[in-house]
């Protein structure tokens, strides 16, 4: 597999943390999802009383609720340089904040496009909707329908910048974690 960075990326609820999870179960180091904790954290200090799907709402600026995110996996990115690994895994990558902004309609500045291009990754995973795993949470907003939009919004942001997404196939986790594990070995 050689030192390689793999983004596990998808739509909301489909499976890509407990892919994560049992990636570093196997011993893999992974970095994790920071948006739940932010999205926890804004929802605290912002009116929760009513359901919205985007977080943002919850905020007084949201463009540095997006900035402290892209800055967050880019930390993550960095961090991954220095561990001696032969592969990290990071649950969603950069490129994911310019997806969800695009969804949401918001818009960004060249600081977010450089972002993603000064930080590549060799290789991104998509887990793709899959409408019976689908559960909505505190953290998690968004109807299935948004879900399946944001998968569109995801595809389209990371091939704009040069990867080719590999669809995970909907099966159980330990057989998507062989499935993505193999197909590394291939690359």
């Known amino acids: 597999m050689g030192r ?40 605290q200090e912002g009116d929760s009383s009513v359901f919205v799907s985007n977080p943002l709402v919850f905020v007084d600026d949201a463009m540095q609720f997006n900035k402290d995110l892209l800055f967050g996996r880019a930390q993550h990115y960095k961090e991954s340089e220095d561990i001696q690994v032969p592969v990290s895994f990071f649950d969603r990558g950069i490129p994911d904040v310019l997806a969800y902004m695009d969804f949401f309609g918001q818009t960004y500045g060249r600081e977010f496009i450089n972002t993603c291009i000064n930080h590549q990754y060799d290789a991104v995973f998509m887990v793709p909707p899959w409408e019976e795993i689908y559960v909505s949470d505190g953290e998690r907003l968004e109807t299935y329908k948004e879900a399946e939009s944001i998968h569109h919004a995801l595809m389209n942001t990371y091939t704009q910048f040069g990867y080719n997404p590999i669809p995970v196939p909907k099966d159980m986790i330990q057989k998507r974690i062989d499935f993505i594990l193999e197909t590394l070995n291939q690359l």
């Open 4 to 43: 390689n960075k793999i983004v596990i990326t998808g739509a909301p609820g489909t499976g890509k943390t407990s892919i994560i999870k049992g990636l570093e179960s196997m011993g893999f180091h992974c970095f994790h999802e920071i948006i739940r904790d932010m999205t926890s954290k804004a929802k």
